[in-house]
Structures are given as structure tokens and as C-alpha cells.
Nanobody, 119 residues
Framework: QVQLVESGGGLVQAGGSLRLSCAASGSIFSIDAMGWYRQVPGKQRELVSTITRGGSTNYAGSVKGRFTISRDNAKNTMYLQMNSLKPEDTAVYYC?????????????WGQGTQVTVSS
């Protein structure tokens, strides 16, 4: 079964750091673009950051300079290093990736991991 699994969320004080991981597993031929999104109850899911297979990155303005996205293609894993966290970063963070499998390519989402930043 092909799936994305996030880990690394938790509770942290403002100014602190967390590192999220997203591991892809199953019969995967390759992974194209990957990204992190977040969602607060009652609001739409929003883009946090994306990274191409070649390592080109993109960030939302609200996290630029504080968050760093990276990936390890050999491990089929993506990371999000979050520094200088603010209470407004509190959300459920979701991993997204375009995976090439036996059934072709499609978009996959992880189950989400909660990040809570206290003031």
C-alpha cells in the first residue's frame, strides 16, 4: 500500500523549533514534487512550502526565512525544519507528493500531524 506518513509534530513554545518528516512507502517508482501544507479549523488548507525532485524550493511569505524544506530522494523522505515558531504557525501540517507507482502517477496526502505553538 502506497502511503505518506508524517511525524515530528508536537507542542512547542513560541521561538522554539520542530522538525517534521514525511516518509513515502510502498511500491513507488519515483517521487516528483513534494510539499507541506497546513490547515487551521474553519480555514482552507494553505501552502507552506514545496520542493522539486531536483531541489528547487518555494515558500509561503509567512514562513520564508524561518522554515526550511529538504528531501532525501534515496530515502523517499521529505523534511520541514521550522525555527522561530509563532503561535500563528499552529495548525495540522500535511505532507503532499506526486508519486509514480504501478498505477501511474497521482497526488497523495499524508494523514497530518498537529503542530501547536504556545505563546
Amino acid at each position: 500500500q502506497v502511503q505518506l506518513v508524517e511525524s515530528g509534530g508536537g507542542l512547542v513554545q513560541a521561538g522554539g523549533s520542530l522538525r517534521l518528516s514525511c516518509a513515502a512507502s510502498g511500491s513507488i517508482f519515483s517521487i516528483d514534487a513534494m510539499g507541506w501544507y497546513r490547515q487551521v479549523p474553519g480555514k482552507q488548507r494553505e501552502l507552506v512550502s514545496t520542493i522539486t525532485r531536483g531541489g528547487s524550493t518555494n515558500y509561503a511569505g509567512s514562513v520564508k526565512g524561518r522554515f526550511t524544506i529538504s528531501r532525501d530522494n534515496a530515502k523517499n523522505t521529505m523534511y520541514l525544519q521550522m525555527n522561530s515558531l509563532k503561535p500563528e504557525d499552529t495548525a495540522v501540517y500535511y505532507c503532499n507528493a506526486v508519486l509514480f507507482t504501478l498505477r501511474g502517477s497521482r497526488d497523495y496526502w499524508g494523514q497530518g500531524t498537529q503542530v501547536t505553538v504556545s505563546s
